[in-house]
Structure formats: C-alpha cells, structure tokens
T-cell receptor, first 112, second 116 residues
Framework: SQELEQSPQSLIVQEGKNLTINCTSS?????LYWYKQKYGEGLIFLMM?????EEKSHEKITAKLDEKKQQSSLHITASQPSHAGIYLC????????????FGPGTRLSVLP | ETGVTQTPRHLVMGMTNKKSLKCEQH?????MYWYKQSAKKPLELMFV???????ENNSVPSRFSPECPNSSHLFLHLHTLQPEDSALYLC???????????????FGPGTRLTVL
C-alpha cells in the first residue's frame, strides 16, 4: 500500500461549489505539502503545514493538518475553472527531509 | 531567470541513444532532486543531492545516472533506455535543514521523455 493516500481520486464540480480533498499518511508526518499540477507540467507549490492543527490559506484554498490522524484536508471555496488540475499532497515522513513521498493525486475538473 | 528550469522540455529518443537532462535552480538552495512521473502512478523519487551527499532510490535502474557538479546544476544521464522509461521527469530543489526541519521543494516544469 502507498504511504500517502488521497481521496477522492477525481472530482467534477460545478463552478461556484465548494470541495474538499483529503490526504492520509500511514506514517508520522514531519511536514505536509500541497501542490497543484496542470497536465504534463511541473508542480506548483501551494502551501506547507508542519504543526498539528495548523491551517493556512492561499486565495480561496485552505488546508488543515490533523497531526493525530496523520491527515490533511484541502478545501476550495467557490471553485472556478482556474482551479482545475491535479492536486498532490507530499510529505516528509522522516524529519531529515530526505524521505519525501507523494500521494497519487486528485484530478479536479470545474465545469463552467 | 528565476526558480527551477529544465531542458529540454520534450525529448524523443531511441533505445540505443545516450542523452542528458539538465536542471538548474536559481534559488540558492542546497539540495536538488530528480523525480519520475509515469501515467497512473505516484511521483517516484529517483535521486537526491543534499549538502554534496547523494541519496538514491535503490529501485532506479543503472541506465539512469545523475550528476551534480555544483549546488545549482543537476543532470540526469540516460543510456539504453526502455519504452517503459517514457515519463515526465521532474527536477526540484530545496533548502535542506541539517537540524531536521521540513523543507519545501520547488519544482521545474519537467522534461517529457518518450523512448521509442
């Protein structure tokens, strides 16, 4: 099984709707990262969470870290077509930053 | 030029060719990484150069050979590749904290490799 799981695998929403993507780790998290990727392109860093209960926002995207559950959620408010892409969570599962793993990604489509 | 750059952006090669992918970071970071992204698979970490040490994923075949001449440049030398090596190859850099703190990785746009 993978060290990072994401749900859902894919998501199609109507423009203006809210949505949540989850990332769950089977190992202790030392840092959790969210990235966005357009098809065939590099990853764009969104935000990093390090402490349990930490919550960060970037424009209409909010991410939270539940350290006890080893889980993070990414919430998009009032989605827009520009939010479409693949959302990947990545994590340091050891605290030396060398063992960095990614989830399988969640493909988001936003219908105008 | 800012951030992390990769060249070429697209590469098509035969199984007997030898080619190299190049990555350059302009962020003053001390760690650089190569990742492979295949269709329907999670990102796979191939190699890490951090503070002049090299860490590698033991599952990466020897037909992939990294080179890091300095902290700003990273190469991936390719030889006798197989069709299943076709993928998006991503380079990333970060500021590694020797005390063990988590560090953000910044990615280049990737090289789309096709092996015929």
């Amino acid at each position: 099984s993978q060290e990072l799981e994401q749900s859902p695998q894919s998501l199609i929403v109507q423009e203006g709707k809210n949505l949540t993507i989850n990332c769950t780790s089977s190992k202790t998290l030392y840092g959790l990262y969210w990235y966005k990727q357009k098809y065939g392109e590099g990853l764009i860093f969104l935000m990093m969470l390090q402490k349990g209960g930490e919550e960060k926002s970037h424009e209409k995207i909010t991410a939270k870290l539940d350290e006890k559950k080893q889980q993070s959620s990414l919430h998009i408010t009032a989605s827009q077509p520009s939010h479409a892409g693949i959302y990947l969570c990545g994590a340091d599962i050891r605290n030396y930053g060398q063992n960095f793993v990614f989830g399988p990604g969640t493909r988001l489509s936003v219908l105008p | 030029e800012t951030g992390v750059t990769q060249t070429p952006r697209h590469l098509v090669m035969g199984m007997t060719n030898k080619k190299s992918l190049k990555c350059e970071q302009h962020l003053g970071h001390n760690a650089m990484y190569w990742y492979k992204q295949s269709a329907k698979k999670p990102l796979e970490l191939m190699f890490v150069y951090s503070l002049e040490e090299r860490v590698e994923n033991n599952s990466v075949p020897s037909r992939f050979s990294p080179e890091c001449p300095n902290s700003s440049h990273l190469f991936l030398h390719l030889h006798t590749l197989q069709p299943e090596d076709s993928a998006l190859y991503l380079c990333a850099s970060s500021q590694h904290d020797p005390s063990g703190g988590a560090s953000t990785q910044y990615f280049g746009p990737g090289t789309r490799l096709t092996v015929l």
